[in-house]
T-cell receptor
């Protein structure tokens, strides 16, 4: 299957700083990537849909200025958590869809804000 | 809005036995896809099986099979000959081409030796 690489897998940052998470499709071009947040023992909650070359579409309740998403190329999307606070600590997962609609997921990033 | 419901937060099965995980969904679309994903402790999402809504035949992948009832909007996963490595969270998901996927709340499967 297709490979999606997410980096870093774990990150700890200080409250008030920003952190960037990268999502790369290694062997296919993904015109659309998705960013999810997963709380402990909970399901994946869609945060935003990232389209190459255009602005991301955010789900209701997700702060656009807080979670900056950039999809600069067909193989890279980034999520930047700005001015992070402890409540932003979570597991973030990206996925990329192929033309067959099957989604391939990155390994996820565990963010801890201290 | 499309919703996916998994009514079993936890399930348990004896090794080598069979277990069925339930999933129902709600949609007004006629063409869509359904998936079962496995999330082990590593938290990597792994596709287990998928079903195209236009196909009447139930999908199978080795020990994994589904019972797809389109009229009832039901999509259950059957795991035969359960193995210890099958222990994980299982998520049912719904997707429409070129759109995002929606996930159920998940079912935690425990396999007893």
């Amino acid at each position: 299957g297709a490979v999606v690489s997410q980096h870093p897998s774990r990150v700890i940052c200080k409250s008030g700083t920003s952190v960037k998470i990268e999502c790369r499709s290694l062997d296919f071009q993904a015109t659309t990537m998705f960013w999810y947040r997963q709380f402990p023992k909970k399901s994946l909650m869609l945060m935003a849909t990232s389209n190459e070359g255009s602005k991301a579409t955010y789900e209701q309740g997700v702060e656009k200025d807080k979670f900056l998403i950039n999809h600069a190329s067909l193989t890279l999307s980034t999520l930047t958590v700005t001015s992070a606070h402890p409540e932003d600590s979570s597991f973030y997962i990206c996925s990329a869809r192929t033309e067959n609609t099957e989604a391939f997921f990155g390994q996820g990033t565990r963010l801890t804000v201290v | 809005a499309q919703t996916v419901t998994q009514s079993q937060p936890e399930m348990s099965v004896q090794e080598a036995e069979t277990v069925t995980l339930s999933c129902t969904y709600d949609t007004s679309e006629s063409d869509y896809y359904l998936f079962w994903y496995k999330q082990p402790p590593s938290r990597q999402m792994i596709l287990v099986i998928r079903q195209e809504a236009y196909k009447q035949q139930n999908a199978t992948e080795n020990r994994f099979s589904v019972n797809f009832q389109k009229a009832a909007k039901s999509f259950s996963l059957k795991i035969s000959d359960s193995q210890l490595g099958d222990a994980a969270m299982y998520f049912c998901a719904y997707g429409v081409i070129n759109n995002d996927m929606r996930f159920g709340a998940g079912t935690r499967l425990t396999v007893k030796p």
